[in-house]
């Protein structure tokens, strides 16, 4: 074992050390070894049952690399103004302030946070999933010796929670799963995909018709790594990704159910946590998406019993009879939810999976992020005296300049302009179309520059679909 490894392993197994560790790195950390000992920590406060702590050091784990970013990004502007100016001490400060801004930016203080989440809508869910490296892949990621050129699969941290004072929280580790692909992990497929796509938009000498077909190998080589993501590795844990049901009747069935069940285990002389309850809905919210084996697996694993226990045995047979009206829940209205997702996961088509058809997915780069739009949106309907977290950014969502609107009938779109992603493009062509027009926009073409330049000039709303982002489009970065 090297000295590198030997001072890791101990610096992670050893609590105090851990915290002193963390001390002296926090001051300027360095980016992934800093990152790695915050979810250390946070690992050992959620098995201490410190989940609001846990997920304050989960959050500022996340965003370790954001501020890095964001500091040489600074950093870089800052030498190119220095390199045309002869004062340099001015230009020390200048650094020093918005190095120090940026930390205040990219960190809670641990007494604030989470309360402000409490101040989001109550219909919105936050799925905040952090990555976690075993082995030597672990060492790499933290500088030591150069990263991997293919990733295995990471531990994950998946956390949960909505807005709103009565919003629940509940955390789910999930451990690397047993065995692998063929080509190895998800995320190698995944590169190994793109890589093969690329090479055909690039080098293709083929008809027409050899081109289709190997798009829609790649189309359903897609397909199955999705189908993996969700039901191999996700497994019943997906259920966390499911967004909260809109509809009141809809509700209203879920709690019922939810109440059906805990009277159950109730004449069983089973008590529940309130933890296991929360499970428990989510695990009926989510009945319909999960296989029979997956359901099973989800209420073993929640109320910590074996297969042959007398209460899952009544628990899976009163499902059955309840099949029917679960089966409702499958094409049911849901709220939006917000995915946060560490740096090499993120690649995963996450939005793609099956079960989220029904509920609207965005991400954002950070919960800072998050908490930053929040502030802008309700500081100017500040009421006087009461405390700033208690209001709602959906009581008022217009920006402080009332000067600015957006016109939604003012569009512009680029729907699939390297004509490799098919089943996007007859998706959503007909409704891009019924909404602003044949003569909106374009699909399966690249426009022209002037087209671009135009549209951004005089439109309000440019929208661009595309796999390879603007690589198709040379000029756009310029423009």
Not at 81 to 99: M, R
Not at 353 to 360: A, V, Y
Request: aromatic share 8%; glycine share 4%.
């Amino acid at each position: 074992m090297s000295a590198s490894t030997f001072y890791l392993k101990n610096v992670l197994e050893s609590k105090n050390i851990l915290d002193k560790t963390i001390v002296m790195n926090q001051s300027f950390p360095c980016s992934p070894f800093y990152s790695v000992l915050l979810k250390k920590k946070a690992e050992n406060l959620f098995h201490e049952n410190e989940n609001h702590k846990g997920f304050a050091h989960l959050v500022d784990a996340h965003c370790v690399a954001i501020r890095h970013a964001a500091v040489n990004a600074h950093r870089d502007r800052a030498k190119k103004k220095l390199s045309k100016s002869k004062t340099t001490t001015q230009g020390g400060i200048e650094d020093s302030k918005t190095t120090c801004q940026l930390d205040q930016c990219f960190q809670f203080t641990k007494a604030d946070f989470p309360t402000w989440l409490y101040s989001l809508p109550p219909e919105w869910t936050v799925v905040h999933i952090s990555e976690m490296w075993q082995g030597h892949e672990s060492l790499k990621m933290q500088g030591f010796g150069p990263p991997p050129l293919v990733y295995s699969l990471p531990k994950l941290i998946i956390a949960r929670f909505h807005g709103g004072k009565n919003g629940s929280f509940i955390t789910k580790f999930i451990d690397q799963p047993a065995g692998g692909l063929s080509n190895g992990s998800l995320l190698a497929e995944l590169n190994t995909i793109l890589e093969n796509n690329r090479i055909v938009n690039r080098d293709f000498r083929g008809n027409r018709a050899q081109y289709w077909k190997l798009k829609q190998e790649h189309h359903d080589q897609l397909k199955v790594l999705v189908d993996s993501l969700e039901n191999w590795w996700l497994d019943f844990c997906k259920c966390l990704l499911l967004g909260e049901l809109c509809d009141a009747a809809d509700v209203l069935l879920l709690n019922r159910v939810t109440s059906s069940v805990i009277d159950l285990m109730k004449k069983m002389k089973r008590n529940v946590t309130v933890d296991e309850e929360t499970w428990i809905k989510l695990l009926i919210s989510c009945h319909s998406y999960l296989s029979r084996q997956q359901f099973v697996r989800g209420l073993l694993k929640i109320l910590n019993t074996v297969v042959r226990n007398p209460l899952i045995t009544e628990l899976v047979g009163y499902f059955k009879t309840l099949q029917p009206e679960l089966e409702k829940l499958k094409n049911a209205k849901r709220n939006p939810v917000i995915l946060v997702l560490d740096k090499v996961i993120q690649q995963l088509p996450w939005e793609s999976i099956t079960m989220l058809s029904t509920t609207p997915v965005s991400r954002i780069p950070s919960l800072h992020f998050l908490n930053s739009l929040t502030l802008k949106h309700t500081l100017h309907r500040f009421v006087q005296n009461a405390p700033r977290n208690t209001i709602s950014p959906r009581t008022n969502l217009k920006l402080p300049s009332i000067g600015v609107e957006v016109n939604p009938n003012l569009a512009y779109y680029v729907l699939n302009p390297g004509q490799d992603l098919p089943g996007v493009q007859l998706r959503l062509q007909p409704i891009l179309e019924k909404i602003w027009g044949k003569h909106c926009g374009l699909s399966g073409s690249i426009p022209v520059e002037q087209q671009i330049k135009q549209s951004l000039i005089e439109r309000d709303i440019f929208l661009y679909t595309n796999f390879l982002s603007f690589s198709l489009i040379p000029y756009f970065n310029p423009l």
